[in-house]
């Protein structure tokens, strides 16, 4: 059994079955037999429920290091480049590790490279966490530096790149893709989308670049509009294939 969310109102919690949970609501101790829908109480008398985890509960709740890509970014990387079952994905870097889990939990084998061994050490406690430590490969490294090597490795159906030196590897990317594999590069600054484009032009066809931008709506009494808190831009996102 993987982990199960534990949700008390608008409070939320991961844990293991069989793991602890202390808060100000008392002390649960989640049974290692818990099944999705079970009602467990604190000491105190609290109720939680205890549900199925997916994918955006990845972002909630997966320890942060690199900034985590926003589901809705995740959701545009998997639409575009289609990438599910049966894919060989190489990514880069892990950070967070919401990408690579988000396309291990659709059925991908993801290859995935962090420079700073402490965000991949807590990367591969997400995997775990997120219930796919065994299709996704968390490596220590550079990947600029193991480019010759996962040609070798490859070929691979999708790249997912999210790192300032991501045009480096789109350089080497007709080698790495299989024929009709795509990759999709997402950049926080538009002066590094032009830098991708142009190593996407030298082997790579299909190449289309989109600003993410999503507006929540509120729905009051008063009527309905765009919320008007928080920002609707997140990045930029470059897709291209090779033929
Ligand atoms: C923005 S985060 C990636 C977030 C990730 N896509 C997610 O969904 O959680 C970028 C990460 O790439 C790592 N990084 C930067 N350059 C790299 C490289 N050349 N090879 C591997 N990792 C790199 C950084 O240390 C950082 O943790």
Request: hydrophobic share 35%.
């Amino acid at each position: 059994m993987e982990a199960v969310l534990l949700v008390h109102g608008d409070r939320e919690y991961v844990r293991q079955p069989g793991e602890e949970l202390q808060t100000d609501l008392g002390v649960l101790d989640v049974p290692e037999d818990v099944r999705h829908g079970d009602e467990l109480e604190t000491h105190l008398g609290e109720r939680f429920v205890a549900q199925k985890l997916r994918g955006p509960d990845l972002f909630e709740h997966f320890e942060r290091t690199g900034a985590p890509m926003m589901p809705r970014d995740a959701g545009l990387v998997m639409g575009h480049t289609g990438a599910g079952g049966g894919d060989r994905v190489l990514d880069a870097g892990t950070g967070t590790g919401v990408l690579a889990a988000y396309l291990a939990r659709a059925g991908a084998e993801v290859t995935t490279y962090e420079t700073d061994p402490a965000f991949a050490d807590v990367a591969r406690e997400n995997m775990a966490l997120g219930g796919v430590d065994d299709r996704v490969d968390v490596r220590t490294g550079d990947v600029t530096e193991q480019l010759d090597e996962l040609v070798e490795e490859g070929p691979f159906d999708v790249l997912t790149l999210d790192t300032g030196d991501s045009a480096a590897v789109v350089e080497r990317a007709p080698e790495l893709l299989t024929s009709g594999g795509f990759v999709a590069v997402y950049s926080p600054f538009v002066e590094s989308v032009r830098e991708t484009v142009e190593a996407a032009r030298d082997g790579l066809t299909e190449i289309r670049t989109f600003e993410t931008i999503q507006r929540r709506m509120d729905v009051s009494d008063r009527g309905t509009r765009p919320s008007t808190a928080g920002v609707g831009h997140t990045g930029y996102l470059t897709f291209a294939r090779k033929e």
